[in-house]
């Protein structure tokens, strides 16, 4: 019979035969008919006016069939990318959006961005006819660092934004605030730089699209992590193509970390050119083109300051962030520094004043958009490194300070806008501490000096808000778009069930996540669900992943919709027993009359929904096939404790990240080994940002200078260690899973953990991420100067 | 990458008489950095002469003196050859810390140090072990060999064979890497032998050089101590985006240090 046990079990994951076995059909595997390929001519300046652009060589160049610039796309009327969030500025006014165009108009404004595209039967051939397309530039000077846009005499990327600011944005009581500091005990102040970040999927971007003329439709595949949001942005905005002739198909994706949710220039500019050339026209990213145009992520430059009272209660919080949008507002950049930014500064406290003012700023760089944690990283490095320094000025232990500060009684409003549903801090702090061993750790600091290193210990409490929601308020923030899920459980005739989600799996698990719930709500073995994703011609519609949302929203929906069908079931299974429907009770996979021992297996009730003989067709319709769209009522709230141990070598500066525990809260959890996956690989994309990743563009060409592997330092195994992890468990109260959401968490809280931990073991207040072996080496010399002097 | 005329040679002979046939032709071995750049179109060699299936310039054979090393060997098959872990252990060690597996199956001794990358590995080994660079025209001493950033003696024509490494008393490789890379940003090669005293330095530099001041000291007393008071000047050193000058300069002392004790086996 049924599994009746899926719900927190690790179950061996579905996917993965494909996956390792080489049977993933990624889009680049993708090969139609006729297909041609695309090359993108980019920009090699930062900024610059585009004088004149001449294809006659490139066009008679071998292979090449077309080639397109902005201008031929200006006469086709394609509209601009559109950004999906109006963020409205203190001024009461719109924030700038500055016109996108897919292909460059008169203008550049970072190295990389789009010129034109040579279109040929060979990618070498469209690449070779890329070389031959002459540009003529006019450099312009550049402006790259996010602190320097507003300076005066700046060079304005855009002119409806001269001082090249987007939006300037506050949340908060910014009075009240103020009067709280002025009245403080103890005021803890920091400056910070949130490092810019690459993000770097294995899979780099691609597109493949066809034009049908014979039924004047297309059909786009593309690596993306919300195929449909995709397509009506597209169809709705730049192209003007009736949404339902074009189908959008994201089939295996190779990780996204939020850099594949945009709608990008070059999946619009092969969806145009495959209808002017009625041929396909793919495009696959090298990986220096990633590293060029893939939208990054963070990018902050913040001051922040937390006032306490002789207690080390918090009293208040004041924050100033300039946040980088780069050279344009790519989909969702700008929501990202304001509203899944300053509403999480309250953390795990009742800090109860709070204000957040956000400046955004256009720089001659790719643009800056979601990546993985997508301001909430931010925020949480912001308000645990702010507790951290606060409790080692106070004389204060870490702990202690922040139990002092726990949120404990729910629901609880925060000052910056959250209703936090469930938590329980205490209890992920104190198993932290315990997993790490804290009362072992001066033992440890002492031997690790005795072989001259440096060993230091740090926490961060975080909280994040997965599953953005609900759309009414989303929308009444600025959202463009609403922030609901759909899902379809269809059940076949024999009772095997295909299940299509408007989530997409791009490395998650879903198939084998959602299957364990599916299979354990209907009592079915899990080889008898399949879940599809990832297609608008065969889901019926999704708003995709990104921000923690699949199993709280999507997963909800597909709930939702197995409810609807053991409903139907009901009313069938009683036809059937010739009982009353209220008496039909279902469980295990079996419809039971109650109080009898009456029953029929679920496939038999699917057999008669599509076999309706014995079947009341009066008042029931035949099949068992049910859709549900789901809009949550608040964001799910994940949180947790990590503590990390590190060992620098005063000699050199490197740092060892000698233990790193974590233990998180995600309600509800359906497979703990795909979680323990999920924190993994957070974790090490946040300890890679702390010590690792640090992109650079140069300050006088605005040239990208970690354009590479080679110079940018993607965390590797060996840079990590093994993870002590756990979890506890407070169910979410407005999910009928009682879950949260895995997907960000170990990104959010490691940055702070280890520069905690670090500053914890040089003894310095602060040091900028990534923390370089030079950068440490260098805080170590000054402290030794310091304490010669 | 463009099209280009590949060129399987089956003799060193054969590899010489296409590179005469051929202008502008390139010498294919493990083409760890020549196929990369060639990849980002920023090398266009209009022909490749591939090295890979000459057998007479692969094998690694020890007496009690020498270990010779023919240039097509892997650096994997280095890091795990028997004969150089007896002969010469931090020969082996240094191998297996070059880049990452991958490279090490495929990039070679010979190709390493004909390519002269001032962060490359083997450049410190030739040099601190005061190997002899064998070619198909002559003997080249290691001092004589590396010539500045990419640069080397080798002629037009030239062809590295194999090279000989005389077996020193202890010798040891310390390497700070570029964790991005897994280049050096500094290692340094100590070795004692029949002629003294080696120390030399890769990453440091536009390319490997020896440290006499170390030598000498360590000359007069091979200890950790002899060397943890000697700064090379940072004046002259590389400076990027991982390192400044000053911090290479510091590191050439701290990592000569560690080659020297790990050489005694501390």
Redesign the interface.
Known sequence: MGDMNLIGTSVKRKEDYRFLTGGGTYTDDVQLDRQTYAYFVRSPHAHATVKRIDKDKALKAPGVIAVFTGEDLATAKVAGLPCGWLITDVNGQPMKEPAHPPLAQGKVRYVGDHVAVVIADSYLQAKDGGELVEVDYDVLPAVVNVGEARKKGAPGLHEIAPDNTCYVWALGDKAAVDKAFASAHHVTQLDFVNNRLIPNAVEPRAALASYNRAEDSYTLYVASQNPHVERLLMTAFVLGLPEHKVRVIAPDVGGGFGSKIYLYAEDVVVTWASRQINRPVKWTAERSESFLSDAHGRDHLTHAELALDQDGKFVAMRVQTTAAMGAYLSTFASCIPTILYATLLAGQYTTPLIYCEVTAVFTNTAPVDAYRGAGRPEATYVVERLVETAAREMKLDPAEIRRRNFIREFPYQTPVALLYDTGNYEATLGEAMKLADVAGFPARKQEAAARGKLRGLGYAAYIEACGIAPSNVAGSLGARAGLFEAGEVRVHPTGKVTVFTGSHSHGQGHETTFAQVVASRLGIALDDVDIVHGDTGRVLFGMGTYGSRSIAVGGTAIVKAVDKVIAKGKKIAAHLMEAAEADVEFADGVFKVAGTDKEIPFAQVALTAYVPHNYPLGKLEPGLNENAFYDPTNFTFPAGTYVCEVEVDPDTGRTEIVSFTAVDDFGKIINPMIVAGQVHGGLTQGIGQALLEGCRYDKDSGQLVTGSMLDYCMPRADDVPSFKLDTKETPCTHNPLGVKGCGEAGAIGAPAAVMNALTDALGVRDLEMPATPERVWRALQQTKMRKAA | ???FNYHKASSVADAVALLARNSDAKLLAGGQTLIAAMK?RLAAPPDLVDLGAIAELRGIKADATTLSIGAMTSHAEVAASKVVTQSIPALAALAASIGDRMVRNMGTIGGSIANNDPAADYPAGVLGLGATVNTNKRKIAADQFFKGMYETALEPGEIITSISFPVPKRAAYAK?KN???R?AIVGVLVSEGGSGVRVAVTGAGPSAFRVPEMEKALNAKFSPESVAGIKVAANGLNSD????SE?RA??VT?MAKRAVQAALGK
């Open positions: 990458m463009y099209q980002l700070f964790q991005a890379s280049y985006l991982h390192a400044s911090y510091h590191l701290i």
